[in-house]
């Protein structure tokens, strides 16, 4: 008989949601609790959000900007299944933060909005995921309104992400023509009848078989025929499904629905639930450690200060790899080389911290940190090992940092260094003799923005960033690499990382590949290395 860890590991998913902004993310999410029985009415996400707004001046920024600074964990339950969905920040910038939660999620759901297809957002995020070779299923929301061909964006998919589709339901109109999806594995029409909840409460399900005679009566001779005509394409011309091929993200699962009017959100969470790995394996210095393991480990993906000004406290967030959390236990941090006690454990749902007294595999938990935590730090019972890397990602904007005043220097430097372990900024240092300014890359431009505000309300010092004219940074590797004479030729700057780790910053495509081209010796690496996923046979059951 399976042990309460393994029966807990099998029921678990973690995953996070990646989108271009406006796309719908936020209704998915809020319906995916809706369904989840975690809130009543939908709409209660956007209404905490709005009272947040009240409380926390550290939102202030993200009220005058209406974005959103911060990321959330949500934890529900749906169908026998523990569900934690890692939320990533949905502004239309975004930082290093959102690709590093990807590196806590062991499946993606990719959302494109119908009559946009991929976006920039979506690509980048995309490439993320691939890199790690995480499941991705698609959603492809907002059928209610005029969208594009279906073929079109499976097309898009391919051309632009590299990644064929297998379509697990197909529309049937869009916009006032919406009729429904038809799921292809059950072959069944899921008939569309729009309510006038505006999607507040679950969606009533109106089953209709293939080849019954209600099918006829629901949709027009024309719908039909053109509802047949694509199937046959689809089976005849499309790929096999496979579980294994989708575990390695070779195809992506597709759905199509409307999350604003709850449309197709339970048969995706059905499927999504059965083909999602349950938490995975991932590799150490000591080899592969599996969820099932006794001992507890985990690791620390985000770092978050101020979450709540009254109290300014700093959350490092855990995810759970093996064994079992229990309230007020201690592990071993392998960085510092001792036992730590892992103080004030929370989990979330939206922005509500509720303290926990256990968690497992695949869970987030939130711990308080008085600063002795570090992103990457592994949290292990007994012996010390190291889980692979969390990556740092190349950031593509960067700029040198100066105290307006002189006098504040030090409170810009402490507030820098908060920062950048959390993950908001990097910090590189210019060589050469003398004290000299820091130089801050970030992955969106955006992200300059949150520094220069937080470092100022945060910590006290103004602070004036001239911008750089760089847009790739490349930790270089190679035996022939001295970093103080490699050659300058005005197009790139050399730096050193926060590890003394040199990187040559370049000025564009055409400066990187000309330095690629001389220096064929050499790597040029856009981040560190990946955390290793180990699947699970393909062939599994779900719990
Ligand atoms: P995001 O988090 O990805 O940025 O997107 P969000 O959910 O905030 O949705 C962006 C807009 O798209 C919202 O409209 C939302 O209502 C709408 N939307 C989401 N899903 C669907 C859908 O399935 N169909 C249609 N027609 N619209 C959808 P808004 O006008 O910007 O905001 P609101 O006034 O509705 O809150």
Not at 305 to 318: E, T, Y
Not at 351 to 368: N, Y
Not at 417 to 444: A, R
Request: aromatic share 8%.
């Amino acid at each position: 008989m399976a042990s309460e860890l393994e029966r807990e590991v099998a029921r678990r998913r973690t995953f996070a949601i990646i989108s271009h902004p406006d796309a719908g993310k936020t209704t998915l999410t809020e319906k995916l609790l809706l369904y989840g029985g975690a809130i009543h009415l939908a709409g209660s996400v956007k209404a905490r959000r709005a009272r947040r707004h009240a409380t926390s001046d550290w939102m202030e920024l993200e009220k005058e900007r209406g974005i959103s600074v911060t990321s959330s964990v949500l934890q529900f339950p749906y169908a026998g299944h523990a569900v934690n969905l890692l939320d990533t920040p949905g502004h239309q910038d975004f930082s290093e933060d959102t690709y590093r939660t990807l590196t806590a999620a062991d499946s993606a759901v990719m959302l494109i909005d119908a009559a946009k297809g991929v976006e920039p957002q979506t690509k980048k995020l995309f490439q993320v995921c691939r890199m790690r070779q995480i499941p991705i299923f698609t959603f492809v929301n907002k059928l209610d309104r005029y969208g594009r061909e279906p073929l079109s964006l499976m097309d898009e998919l391919e051309q632009v992400l590299g990644i064929r589709a297998f379509p697990m339901n197909w529309p049937i109109g869009s916009g006032p023509e919406f009729r429904g999806v038809y799921d292809r594995r059950a072959k069944v029409l899921h008939l569309f009848e729009g309510d006038q909840s505006h999607g507040e409460r679950e969606v009533k399900e109106h089953l209709v078989p293939a080849g019954s005679v209600e099918l006829r009566k629901v949709l027009s001779e024309r719908e039909l025929q053109r509802l047949q005509e694509d199937i046959e394409l689809l089976d005849v011309g499309g790929d096999e499904f496979s579980r294994e091929k989708c575990d390695r993200a070779l195809i992506t699962p597709l759905f199509f629905g409307s999350a604003m009017t709850n449309f197709g959100v339970r048969p995706f969470l059905d499927a999504f639930l059965t083909l999602a790995p349950p938490p995975l394996e991932r590799l150490s210095t000591k080899g592969p450690v599996r969820p099932a393991d006794t001992r507890f480990s985990g690791f620390v993906f985000k770092i978050q200060a101020n979450m709540d000004p009254a109290h300014r406290d700093r959350v490092a967030f855990l995810r759970v790899v093996s064994g079992r959390y229990v309230k007020g236990m201690s592990a071993y941090n392998t960085r510092l080389g001792k036992e730590v006690r892992l103080a004030k454990p929370s989990q979330f749902l939206a922005a509500e911290r509720t303290a926990i007294e256990d968690a497992w595999p695949g869970d987030v938990i939130g711990l308080f940190d008085p600063g002795q935590y570090r992103i990457g730090d592994t949290l292990a019972e007994g012996a010390g090992f190291e889980f692979e890397g969390v990556p740092r990602f190349s950031p593509e904007h960067f700029a040198v940092v100066r105290a307006k005043d002189p006098l504040r220097r030090k409170q810009m430097e402490k507030g820098l260094e908060q920062l950048s372990e959390e993950g908001t900024v990097q910090i590189f240092h210019q060589l050469g003799m003398g004290m000299k300014d820091p130089i801050v890359g970030v992955v969106g431009a955006l992200q300059l923005e949150v520094l220069q505000y937080r470092v100022q309300h945060e910590y006290g010092a103004d602070i004036l960033l001239d911008r750089l004219p760089y847009s790739h940074a490349r930790w270089v590797v190679g035996p022939s690499f001295d970093p103080k004479s490699f050659d300058w030729e005005g197009n790139r700057q050399t730096v050193e990382d926060r590890d003394g780790k040199p990187l040559v910053l370049f000025r564009d495509d055409w400066a990187l590949d000309h330095a690629k081209e001389k220096h064929p010796e050499l790597q040029f690496l856009s981040a560190a290395p990946q955390l290793r996923l180990v699947f699970p046979d393909p062939s599994r059951q779900s719990p």
